[in-house]
């Protein structure tokens, strides 16, 4: 008889439980709404319970249906508030706090993802980060086979120093160019995940009705559980095959002091992903060991030991004492060492490394590695022995790259409900191999998106920065990131839409810039010009038209606006390269006549080609408008590509 009852408690609270009321998750206090339009509201509770919405002077109530999920809308309002929003049935849910202002989507691989903390002047830009009016809501990082009905369970924060250095980078300086010159609020929606290719953003309906990729439907597996199980089961065999098993808790513990026998520890070269290396894909808790030297007649004061970066997190211990943590993948780890901590010519760094996703271990360069004596250092890299200790959940995940759709379907298709005023996108690096594709996926996804929202919102993207990348010119065989730059250019056919050219704002050895600023001013000139309807040009340069005189091509420019700038004291453009019927590139001298640019070239008395910028690393251009923007990177040939034929797959 008790445990009948207590079947029928537990019934009971179940159904207590899903009677809630409960709005979609990306509901919560401190919003932003989006002005001027039907403002659409959804969730979950009883089947069959009414629900009334409260925000403001607006009221309405809706009927749940038999899956108890319930969908309404209130009408426009115009920027303003704070407004309280209630959701009221058996149960009420209350929301403080909100505001109705412009809200964007911010989107794409690392560089969007990329945070204010690890930006150019982020201490001075984080202290100063007082604006209540700009609110920011994260995406939580998820994949799945099939469109989801709700993200993972987050909140809207208020830009503040206590938050700000959390926000996309680029979206922050974005917002905060629309917020001065709008003076209303601005939200930001932050869907992106590093290191991913564009076709896993688009739904399935949209990737697999395109003819370019509709044979790869048969292949997509339809059985998530299956897929995640046969990749646990992988993982069991490749720890069966490192270590045998993984340690209990107490042996864990001990891994981080100094007399622990790591004997039979594999090795693995640092710095370097792990998933290069024999453990592949593992998302988990892995330890490594790494012994060193001190130099003789050293003082050990002021020691600091320098680990590079670290995806995702870290925690790092020297002869057993715990000497500092990072959780941020993005950002280099360098840790002082207490007083009296190191001793003798036996010492031991241990850090213990948590990979949530994606990749995981060192990926910062060589050099970066050392500990520092403050007159000498004592170099890191190189082999060091691991151990795994936790392997999370499925052991592995799922790539958010395995298949196409996966990231549309479980952090895009659950907030198309949400009215937004347009996205900003800043992605590319993991197309760059396939880049004539790009051509049609990249359109493909922005369509999809304005169906999937039933709104032609305006889409405004980054193109890529210049990158050593495989070091690609005209003149060794051709450049992946140029082609991906042209197909990026190519989608301006498309109503609505806005590029940033940040051609001259790289880093040729990092291809995670740190100046986020002119990135997020770029995309805001393009709104603020072109949604907002300010008078300002948010173009440079670009090429329209070209005219061969013997052995010059005199070519003609839009968008010079108040003038010409040549960043060099005599007048001479960089990037420039002329070809004549044979195909072979040449650098050349350019010089600007006539509000012209006149090419030539030494080598190629016919010319019929002209290029600019077309390379991976085009670093030292110098050609800008007087408003600081740069020329758009053109070539005036068609020849195939170094990208042409290769296709996606999995």
Not at 183 to 198: E, F, Y
Not at 226 to 234: D, F, L, Q, T, V
Not at 507 to 535: C, F, M, W
Request: aromatic letters at 12%; hydrophobic letters at 40%; one cysteine or more.
């Amino acid at each position: 008889m008790k445990k009948i009852i207590s079947l029928f408690s537990f019934l009971m609270m179940a159904v207590v439980i899903y009677a809630d009321v409960k709005p979609a998750n990306i509901f919560t206090s401190h919003m932003v709404l989006q002005r001027d339009k039907p403002m659409r509201f959804w969730g979950t509770s009883l089947p069959g319970e009414k629900v009334l919405i409260t925000l403001g002077n607006n009221s309405k109530s809706v009927k749940a249906n038999k899956n108890g999920e319930w969908e309404l809308v209130l009408p426009a309002l115009p920027a303003g508030g704070p407004y309280t929003l209630t959701f009221k049935g058996k149960n009420s849910v209350v929301f403080e706090d909100i505001l109705i202002g412009e809200v964007w989507l911010c989107s794409g691989q690392s560089n969007m993802e990329w945070p204010l903390s690890a930006s150019n002047n982020a201490q001075k830009e984080i202290a100063a980060a007082n604006y209540p009016q700009i609110r920011h809501f994260l995406v939580a990082k998820s994949t799945s086979l099939q469109p989801e009905k709700e993200i993972k369970a987050a909140e809207w924060k208020i830009c503040s120093p206590e938050t700000a250095g959390g926000f996309t980078a680029v979206g922050y300086f974005f917002a905060k160019e629309l917020y001065a010159k709008l003076n209303i609020p601005i939200g930001l929606v932050h869907s992106s995940w590093g290191g991913t290719h564009v076709e896993t953003w688009i739904s399935g309906q949209s990737f697999f009705g395109d003819p370019q990729f509709a044979d790869l439907k048969s292949k997509l597996p339809t059985n998530f559980d299956g897929i995640i199980a046969e990749r646990k089961k992988k993982t069991e065999q490749l720890i069966q095959r490192v270590q045998g098993s993984l340690p209990d808790a107490a042996t864990a513990a001990a891994f981080k002091t100094i007399t622990f026998n790591d004997g039979d520890w594999k090795s693995m070269a640092v710095p370097n992903l792990w998933e290069s290396q024999r453990l592949g894909e593992i998302d988990g808790e892995i330890w490594f060991r790494r012994s060193f030297a001190v130099p003789a007649d050293i003082a050990l004061k002021n020691v600091k030991i320098s680990l590079g970066k670290i995806d995702d997190k870290d925690s790092t211990f020297v002869n057993g004492v715990f000497v500092g943590s990072t959780n941020a993948y993005n950002e280099p780890r360098v840790y002082a060492i207490p007083s009296g901590v190191i001793q003798g010519s036996n010492n031991v760094v241990t850090v213990k490394i948590m990979d949530t996703g994606g990749g995981g271990g060192f990926y910062g360069e060589p050099e970066e590695l050392f500990v520092d004596f403050g007159v000498t250092k004592f170099p890191l890299s190189g082999d060091w022995k691991y151990r795994l200790e936790k392997v999370y959940s499925d052991g592995g995940g799922m790539n958010p790259n395995a298949y196409p759709t996966l990231l549309y379907n479980a952090m895009i298709h659950p907030i198309i409900r949400f009215p937004i005023a347009g996205a900003i996108w800043y992605q590319g690096e993991s197309n760059a191999g396939r880049a004539k594709q790009y051509e049609t996926s990249f359109p493909l996804m922005i369509n999809d998106w304005r169906k999937q929202w039933k709104d032609s919102f305006p889409f405004y993207f980054v193109q890529l920065t210049h990158w050593q990348a495989g070091g690609g010119t005209s003149q060794n065989g051709g450049s992946e990131w140029a082609e991906l730059r042209e197909a990026q250019e190519k989608t301006l056919l498309l109503s609505n839409t806005g590029m940033a050219v940040i051609i001259d704002i790289g880093e040729s050895n990092d291809i995670h810039p740190r100046n986020k600023l002119d990135v997020g001013k770029r995309l805001a000139l393009q709104a603020l010009a072109k949604t907002y309807k300010v008078q300002i040009n948010p173009e440079g340069p670009k090429f329209t038209s070209v005219n061969y005189q013997g052995n010059k091509a005199i070519l003609q420019f839009a968008n010079i606006s108040s003038g010409w700038d040549v960043k060099n004291r005599y007048g001479f453009i960089n990037g420039f390269e002329v070809a004549g019927a044979d195909k072979k590139f040449y650098y050349a001298k350019a010089w600007i006549e006539n509000n012209r640019i006149v090419v030539f070239a030494d080598a190629v008395s016919n010319p019929v080609a002209i290029r600019y910028a077309w390379a991976d690393d085009p670093a030292d251009l110098n050609l800008f408008n007087k408003e600081g923007l740069p020329a758009i990177p053109f070539r005036t040939d068609d020849w195939p590509g170094k990208t042409v034929g290769k296709k996606f797959s999995f």
